[in-house]
C-alpha cells in the first residue's frame, strides 16, 4: 500500500534525514544516537520505530535485516535505506526551504 | 547483586505483544541500548522498562488472536460492549477497580511473606529426617534451651542405630577478626562444626570435596561472598586465613587467641529462608583430646541429627539414657524437634538466631483473608444493586432472543475485563514499589527470578477474584427472567438488600478487629521503643575492642589505658570506659546450677549471666545503685568483690538490696565474692524478656568494647582522629564503630517490621469496606430518588434523609461492634503475651477504631444525603 507523501512532520523528516546521510547503514538505536548528537534532543527507541514505519508506509524508506554480527548477542538490525521517492522528496523539501530564506528580508535577519 | 542483563521480564512482555517482523530488531536496539547505558543499575532497569513500554505503540503491537484463531464476532462485541459499559460507568468501574486492586495487592503480599517464613529450611535434602536436640532443665528455674552439652551428639553418634549422623553447631559470640594476606575484616557468623556437618546438612559445594572438608583438624570452609571478598576470583581452595579471637588454645606462653586455618571448601551463601546461617565453618577436630575438651564447654552445642527413619520413636528412650548417664543428678529432658519447626515453633533461651512465629503467620493470614472476603462482597454487593438498573438493559436482550449463556458471556466477560485490569495494576505496582515493598517483607523479592510459588500465588488469587467477581454475578444477571427483568418490584429490592446487610456486617466485624489489633500492636510498639531501659544507652559511641596481636597481658593494659586517656582528651568524647558486654545482645557469660548464697545448697541454685566492666562502667552509664556502692580502684579487696543487679539479689533469695550488701556468694571454684553492691532492674534486652539476673565482675581492663560517652548535643567526636589513634595504638586491628542506642533498637526491627505492616494492610481493609459503604449508600440513593423526593414533598428534612440512608448501616455497625469488641480483646492479649513488659488494653484502643468507622460512615452517607436531597423535586418525582 503506497501512500503518496505530501508532508512530512518535523521528526519525520529528521528521521528521513538521518535516514539518508547514513547511507543505508540507519537502524533504530543509530538514529537515537544522531538525533541526540545533532540536534541535542532525546528521541525514544520507539519514537524511532514508530516514525519509520510511517515512513516506510508512506514509501520513503525501505527496511530490511541486515546480517547477524556479534555485537547484539547474534541479532540482526533492521537496516533502513531511503528510497528514491524519499531522497526526492528531502530535495523537494530543501529548495522549498532555500527559497524561502532567500526571501526573507536582510532587515529582518538583522534583528535577531 | 543482579546480573547485568536487561530486565528478562521486559523482554518477554515484548515477545508477547510485539509484531514478529519486528521483534528481532527492536530487541537488538533495546539491548544495545542497555549496554551503552553507564548509569547505576537501577536507573538503567527502570529507563529499560520505560524504553519498552514507550515502544509498545499500535503500529508494533501484533494483532488480538491467537495462532490461526480470530475471536469470534460475538465474543468480540462483547468486550466492546464490556469496554463501553466500563466507561459509561466510570465511577463505579474505578470503585470496583480500585477495590479490588487493593485486596489482590495486599493478599498477595500477605501470601508471600507467608510463604517465605513458611519456607525455612526446607531447601535442605532429607530435611524432614533432620531434628535439633532441645533441653529442658527444670531445676531452680525452668529453662528451656536450644543448645545442649557436648556428649548428646557423641552419644548419638556412637550408641543409636537409627541415627544416620549427628553433629554439633557452636556459634562464635563476640569480637572475632579474620586476616587473609594484606586483608583484615571484623567478621561475624563464625560457627564450629563437627566434620559429619555436610552429611547431614548437604550443602552445594562451590569447591572441595564435601567428605574431606572437615576431617583435619583447622580446616575451613567459608561462603562464596567471603571467598570473592578476601580473594577475589582466586582459587581460594588451600589458602590460609588466621582468625582472631574464635578458637584458642593454651601454650607455653599462656592462652593463644590467634590461630590459623587452611580453607577446604566454598559452600554457596545460605538462602535467606534458613535458620543456620554462617561465613565460616571451622571444623571443630582442634584438639588432640577432643571429647575431653568440649566437655567442659558446657551447654553450648546445637545438637542436629539425621535420623534413618522419618518417623523414629526410639529415640525418646535413648535421650533419656544419655542424661541418666552423665546428668543422674539433674532434672532435665531432650526432646528431639524437626528441622523445619525451628524457625516458626521454636523461642528458646540461646537460640541461633532470632526466630518468627507462628501466632503472627495466622494474624497475617487472618488479615489477607478478611481483605478477599471485604473487597469480594463489595463487589458481590455492587452488582447485586446494579442488577436491578441493568434490568431494561436485559429485557431488551431477553426480546432480542438472547439465551442465558449470551447474557452470561456479557456479565462474565465484563467481570474478567476489570480483574484483568486490576492484577496488571497490581503486577505493575508490585514491580514499581518493590524497592519500598523489600523492606516490609522482610526479605527482598527477586523479580529478575520470581519463585514459582509465586506466581502460583498469583495466578490463584486471579482466578478467586474472577471465580467472585464474574462467574457470581453472572450466574445471578443471566438467571433474571423476562417479567422480572423489565420491573424489579419493592419487594424483591429489598429482600436483595437484607442478604448484601449480611455481607456487610460480616465485613464491619472483620474491619474492625483488624483495625483495633493493629491499634493496640502500634501503642505497645510506642511502649517498647519509649521505655526507659535503666542505663544511658544515648551518646554512647561503642568500639569493639582489639582482638589481633594484643600480646601478653601487662602489654596490652598498657595500649588500653593509652587509648583511653589519648582519646578521652580528645573534643566531645567526655569519658572512655570499657565492658565485656553490650546491652541489647545476650551477655555471652552464664553461670548456670552453681552460683548460690553461702550455706544454701547446689540444688537450689539459678541461672545467671555474668560479665566484666572497668571501675567507672556502672556509673558512666548512670546504672542506678538502690545499696551499696560502685566498685572503687582505692579499695584493692574490690577486685574479688562482685555488683549484682536487683533480679540477682532476688533468685539470691536475699529480702532486700541492702541485705545483700556485704554478703558472700559462692562462684566460681575457690572463689566466693562479696556483694558491694545492688544497680536496679534494666533491660539488657528486649521487652520481651524479663528482667535478667546479671553479676558485674571488675577489672582493670576487659577488652570486649571501648564505650565513648559524648556529652548531650554535642557533636559526635571526629571519628577519624580516633581511628588514626586506634591504627597507632592497636596496629593490624579493624576499626569499626557504632551508637549504641541504634545497636539496642535493632532488636526490635522484627517487631516494628510486623506491626508496620498488619497497619498497612488494616488501613487497606478498612478502605474497602468505606468503598463498599460509599457504593451500596450510591445505589440505595439512586433507586429512592422517588422515595425521597416524596418524602421531601411531605416536608422531611434533610437529616430525614440521611436517617432513612443510614439506619441500616448503622444498626449494622454497632451489631459489628457487640461482636467485634471480645475478638479484638482475645486476640490482642493473646498477642501481648509474647512481651514480659507490655501495655494494658485500654477502652479507646478498642472504641476508637468503632468511632473511626462510623465517622467514615456519617460522613459518607451524610454527602449522599445531601446530593439526594439536593436534587430537584420535578426531577426526582418523575423519575421512575
Known amino acids: 500500500m503506497k501512500v503518496e507523501a505530501k508532508t512530512l512532520g518535523e521528526f519525520e523528516e529528521l528521521v528521513l534525514l538521518i535516514v539518508a546521510l547514513k547511507n543505508g547503514d540507519a537502524y533504530g538505536l543509530d538514529i537515537c544516537n544522531e538525533i541526540q548528537e545533532q540536534t541535542d534532543r532525546v528521541a525514544t527507541i520507539g519514537a524511532v520505530h514508530a516514525t519509520v514505519a510511517r515512513l516506510e508506509k508512506k514509501g520513503l524508506v525501505v527496511t530490511h535485516m541486515g546480517e547477524p554480527t556479534n555485537e547484539r548477542g547474534g541479532r540482526r538490525k533492521r537496516l533502513i535505506r531511503a528510497t528514491k521517492s524519499g531522497m526526492s522528496f528531502l530535495v523537494k523539501s530543501r529548495d522549498e526551504k532555500v527559497k524561502l530564506w532567500g526571501q526573507i528580508p536582510e532587515l529582518t535577519l538583522s534583528k535577531i | ?880
Open chain 2, 1 to 880: 547483586m543482579r546480573k547485568n542483563t536487561p530486565p528478562r521480564l521486559a523482554d518477554t512482555l515484548l515477545r508477547l505483544l510485539c509484531k514478529p517482523e519486528i521483534l528481532e530488531g527492536v530487541i537488538g536496539d533495546l539491548h544495545e541500548y542497555y549496554q551503552q547505558n553507564n548509569s547505576s543499575s537501577f536507573k538503567k532497569r527502570t529507563l529499560y522498562w520505560f524504553q519498552v513500554l514507550n515502544l509498545l505503540r499500535p503500529f508494533a503491537i501484533k494483532s488480538i488472536g491467537i495462532k490461526g484463531w480470530k475471536f469470534s464476532p460475538l465474543l468480540r462485541i462483547n468486550f466492546i460492549i464490556s469496554f463501553r459499559y466500563l466507561k459509561k460507568n466510570s465511577l463505579f468501574s474505578s470503585i470496583n477497580i480500585v477495590g479490588l486492586s487493593l485486596s489482590l495487592f495486599s493478599s498477595l503480599l500477605i501470601m508471600e511473606y507467608i510463604r517465605f517464613e513458611n519456607s525455612f529450611d526446607k531447601f535442605h535434602e532429607d530435611h524432614h529426617r533432620i531434628y535439633r536436640i532441645d533441653q529442658i532443665t527444670t531445676q531452680g528455674s525452668v529453662d528451656h534451651s536450644a543448645t545442649t552439652f557436648s556428649r548428646v551428639a557423641e552419644e548419638l553418634n556412637l550408641s543409636f542405630p537409627s541415627v544416620e549422623a549427628a553433629c554439633r553447631v557452636h556459634k562464635v559470640r563476640g569480637n572475632v577478626v579474620v586476616t587473609a594476606g594484606d586483608k583484615v575484616f571484623r567478621e561475624e557468623g563464625i560457627i564450629g562444626a563437627d566434620s559429619s556437618f555436610f552429611s547431614l546438612f548437604k550443602l552445594p559445594l562451590v569447591a572441595g570435596a564435601p567428605e574431606h572438608t572437615l576431617r583435619e583438624a583447622r580446616s575451613l570452609v567459608i561462603s562464596k561472598s567471603i571467598a570473592l571478598k578476601y580473594f577475589g576470583t582466586n582459587d581460594p581452595i588451600g589458602k590460609q586465613m588466621t582468625i582472631d579471637g574464635a578458637y584458642g588454645f593454651w601454650s607455653a606462653t599462656g592462652y593463644n587467641n590467634h590461630v590459623t586455618y587452611t580453607i577446604t571448601g566454598v559452600v554457596e551463601d545460605l538462602p535467606p529462608n534458613s535458620h543456620l546461617k554462617f561465613d565460616f565453618l571451622i571444623s571443630l577436630n582442634l584438639y588432640s583430646q577432643l571429647e575431653n575438651e568440649l566437655q567442659n564447654w558446657g551447654d553450648s552445642f546445637y545438637t542436629y541429627y539425621k535420623s534413618k527413619h522419618s518417623d523414629d520413636s526410639s529415640i525418646i528412650a535413648g535421650l533419656e539414657k544419655i542424661i541418666s548417664k552423665y546428668k543422674p543428678d539433674q532434672e532435665m529432658a531432650l526432646i528431639p524437634k524437626p528441622l523445619t519447626d525451628i524457625h516458626l515453633g521454636s523461642n528458646l533461651a540461646n537460640e541461633f538466631q532470632p526466630n518468627g512465629s507462628i501466632k503472627e503467620i495466622w494474624l497475617m493470614a487472618t488479615v489477607a483473608i478478611v481483605i478477599i472476603i471485604v473487597a469480594g462482597t463489595n463487589y458481590i454487593n455492587f452488582t447485586r444493586a446494579n442488577a436491578q438498573k441493568r434490568s431494561t438493559e436485559i429485557a431488551v436482550g431477553r426480546v432480542f432472543w438472547a439465551s442465558s449463556s449470551h447474557i452470561f458471556n456479557r456479565i462474565f466477560i465484563e467481570g474478567l475485563v476489570i480483574n484483568t485490569i486490576s492484577m496488571a495494576l497490581v503486577l505493575l505496582l508490585l514491580f514499581v514499589a518493590e524497592p519500598l515493598i523489600s523492606p516490609l517483607l522482610g526479605h527482598r523479592i527477586d523479580l529478575e527470578n520470581v519463585p514459582p510459588d509465586f506466581w502460583s500465588i498469583a495466578v490463584l488469587s486471579y482466578l478467586v477474584g474472577i471465580g467472585i467477581s464474574a462467574i457470581y454475578p453472572a450466574i445471578i444477571i443471566s438467571k433474571l427472567k423476562l417479567d422480572k427483568a423489565q420491573k424489579v418490584n419493592l419487594t424483591e429490592q429489598f429482600s436483595i438488600q437484607s442478604k448484601s446487610n449480611l455481607l456487610v456486617g460480616f465485613q464491619f466485624t472483620l474491619s474492625l478487629l483488624v483495625l483495633g489489633f493493629s491499634i493496640i500492636t502500634l501503642d505497645q510498639m510506642k511502649f517498647v521503643s519509649s521505655k526507659e531501659v535503666g542505663a544511658n544507652i544515648f551518646n554512647t559511641i561503642v568500639i569493639p575492642g582489639p582482638t589481633v596481636d594484643t600480646g601478653n597481658d601487662s602489654i596490652y593494659d598498657a595500649r588500653l589505658t593509652n587509648f583511653k586517656t589519648t582519646v578521652s582528651k580528645l573534643n566531645n568524647v567526655s569519658n572512655v570506659t570499657l565492658g565485656n558486654f553490650l546491652p541489647g545482645q545476650e551477655i555471652r557469660g552464664q553461670a548456670t546450677g552453681y552460683v548460690r548464697k553461702i550455706g544454701d545448697q547446689e540444688e537450689s541454685a539459678g541461672n545467671y549471666y555474668f560479665t566484666q566492666v572497668d571501675y567507672e562502667f556502672l556509673s558512666e552509664l548512670e546504672f542506678s545503685f538502690i545499696a551499696g556502692r560502685n566498685f572503687d580502684q582505692s579499695f584493692s579487696t574490690d577486685q574479688q568483690a562482685i555488683v549484682i543487679n536487683k533480679a540477682a539479689s532476688d533468685l539470691l533469695g536475699f529480702g532486700s538490696p541492702e541485705e545483700a550488701i556485704g554478703n558472700k556468694i559462692i562462684y566460681r571454684r575457690n572463689s566466693t565474692p562479696m556483694i558491694i553492691g545492688v544497680v536496679d532492674d534494666f533491660h539488657q534486652q528486649s521487652l520481651r524478656r524479663e528482667y535478667q539476673p546479671i553479676i558485674f565482675e571488675v577489672r582493670s581492663n576487659p577488652k570486649g568494647y571501648c564505650y565513648l560517652k559524648f556529652a548531650t548535643g554535642s557533636q559526635l567526636p571526629r571519628m577519624n582522629e580516633i581511628q588514626r589513634i586506634w591504627g597507632e595504638v592497636f596496629e593490624g586491628n579493624p576499626f569499626n564503630y557504632f551508637l549504641l542506642e541504634d545497636f539496642y533498637s535493632r532488636q526490635y526491627e522484627p517487631d516494628n517490621r510486623f506491626s508496620k505492616v498488619f497497619a498497612l494492610f488494616s488501613i487497606f481493609s478498612v478502605s474497602i469496606v468505606i468503598i463498599g459503604i460509599f457504593g451500596l449508600t450510591y445505589i440505595n440513593a439512586a433507586s429512592r430518588v422517588k422515595e425521597i423526593g416524596v418524602r421531601k414533598t411531605l416536608g422531611a428534612s434533610v437529616f430525614h434523609v440521611f436517617y432513612t440512608l443510614f439506619n441500616k448501616i448503622g444498626i449494622m455497625i454497632l451489631l459489628a461492634s457487640i461482636i467485634a469488641i471480645p475478638l479484638i480483646y482475645m486476640v490482642a492479649e493473646d498477642w501481648l503475651m509474647n512481651y514480659a513488659f507490655r501495655i494494658s488494653i485500654k477502652w479507646w484502643m478498642i472504641a476508637g477504631p468503632i468511632a473511626l468507622l462510623l465517622m467514615l460512615a456519617v460522613l459518607v452517607v451524610g454527602v449522599q444525603s445531601i446530593r439526594s436531597y439536593r436534587l430537584n423535586l420535578s426531577k426526582a418525582l418523575k423519575n421512575e
